[in-house]
T-cell receptor, first 114, second 109 residues
């Protein structure tokens, strides 16, 4: 049972470099999310996709772009990385049908921007 | 706007002591509330949700709409309860889940 798979697990970038974080789920979920986790700030929503073909901004979307490639995959792109984007990034998914449903999380990507 | 407040960054107790992790929220409608937990080297996972009114691993949480709170309680803490706990809110009709800043629970022997 893979669930939600994120790659890579670790990444170090230099300021100005670009990269894409990959996320895939095998649970046939409709909704997918990208969060960042920072000490003292908890998890903050970057972008989410309620269903295939749609994406919406969360609390902290600046500096990021997303693509819902298909129902399984939801990628997060940093076009020009900045030190403020050093964080742990989590992808999550949910069935997307009920407000009280739970989210399934990936294992996270630890990103450092130097 | 939706907001979740967890006032304690760290809660340290001894094994067998009662535990209460505080969570307050602000939302004018009918919220859906959750507690998520992240154990060391594990993924973030759902602990419980208010609609289920269940007890998971000895933890319970009651939604108090008057006080806009959803505190997490356990009568006797165990060492394996040591983890990061996040309270989260989803407003009816919206997909996104808003998290608090988290409370680290440390249970000492």
């Amino acid at each position: 049972n893979a669930g939600v798979t994120q790659t890579p697990k670790f990444q170090v970038l230099k300021t100005g470099q670009s990269m894409t974080l990959q996320c895939a789920q095998d649970m046939n979920h409709n909704s997918m999310y990208w969060y960042r986790q920072d000490p003292g700030m908890g998890l903050r929503l970057i972008y989410y996709s309620a269903s295939e073909g749609t994406t919406d901004k969360g609390e902290v979307p600046n500096g990021y772009n997303v693509s819902r490639l298909n129902k399984r995959e939801f990628s997060l792109r940093l076009e020009s990385a900045a030190p403020s984007q050093t964080s742990v990034y989590f992808c999550a998914s949910s069935e997307g049908q009920e407000p009280n449903e739970k989210l399934f999380f990936g294992s996270g990507t630890q990103l450092s921007v130097l | 706007a939706q907001r979740v407040t967890q006032p304690e960054k760290l809660l340290s107790v001894f094994k067998g002591a009662p535990v209460e992790l505080k969570c307050n929220y602000s939302y004018s409608g009918s919220p859906e509330l959750f507690w998520y937990v992240q154990y060391s080297r594990q993924r973030l996972q759902l602990l419980l949700r208010h609609i289920s009114r269940e007890s998971i691993k000895g933890f319970t949480a009651d939604l108090n709409k008057g006080e806009t709170s959803f505190h997490l309680k356990k009568p006797f803490a165990q060492e394996e309860d040591s983890a990061m706990y996040y309270c989260a809110l989803r407003s009816t009709g919206f997909q996104k889940l808003v998290f608090g800043t988290g409370t680290r629970l440390l249970v000492s022997p």
